[in-house]
């Protein structure tokens, strides 16, 4: 059984930083890319970054130079590493998997995704 579980989220003021896991189970993912998605209440998921099987990466501008995502590929894990966070960055923060074998991180959006993890709550106070 395919599983994908964050942790790390939680309550953290702003300017403030908080590193994010995925660890992903079930099957190999080495040659899978993998992602981070949010949701804040009532607005739609949207795509914050990901890492091709090869390596290669795309972040949103939202959170380009704040944000990091790293990937043991051995451990099949994915991290995010979130720093000057901002109230508007709260939401439920999703790890996903998916595009096989594609080399463009920029492809790895949404529809591309094939298993999703259940997500982790990050709030950030003002």
């Known amino acids: 059984q395919v599983q994908l579980v964050e942790s790390g989220g939680g309550l953290v003021q702003a300017g403030g930083s908080l590193r994010l896991s995925c660890a992903a189970s079930g099957r190999t993912f080495s040659y899978y890319g993998m992602g981070w998605f949010r949701q804040a209440p009532g607005k739609e998921r949207e795509f914050v970054g990901a890492v091709t099987w090869s390596g290669g990466q795309y972040s949103a501008d939202s959170v380009k130079g704040r944000f990091t995502i790293s990937r043991d590929y051995a451990k099949n894990t994915l991290f995010l590493q979130m720093n000057s966070l901002k109230p508007e960055d709260t939401a439920v923060y999703y790890c996903?998997?998916?595009?096989?074998?594609?080399?463009?991180?920029?492809?790895?959006?949404?529809?591309?995704?094939?298993?999703w993890g259940k997500g982790t709550l990050v709030t950030v106070s003002s």
């Open positions: 996903a998997a998916g595009g096989e074998y594609d080399s463009d991180a920029r492809g790895l959006g949404y529809h591309a995704m094939e298993y």
